[in-house]
């Protein structure tokens, strides 16, 4: 049986990857954002202090590219 923190990955893994195939940039950052916080959750339980850091890193650049984004 798969557990939540599995589904969890897996969802990350997917948004992620979904953005990486779409074009317009915004939608690629909101993407990667749901990603990258459904990753972080699961790099938290695996209580793997690199992985959350890079999660943390990768999450805050997509947030600071889709307000540079807004701000145009």
């Given amino acids: ?27 690629r950052d909101v993407l990667y954002i749901f990603g990258g916080i459904f990753l972080e959750i699961y790099s938290i339980y695996l209580n793997d202090l690199i992985f959350v850091i890079l999660q943390m890193v990768f999450t805050i650049a997509a947030v600071y590219d889709l307000i540079k984004i807004k701000k145009k």
Avoid: A, P, Y
């Avoid at 798969?2 to 939608?27: A, M, N």
């Fill in 1 to 27: 049986m798969i557990d939540l923190f599995k589904i969890i990955s897996i969802l990350g893994l997917l948004f992620i990857i979904s953005g990486v195939l779409v074009k317009k940039r915004e939608t």
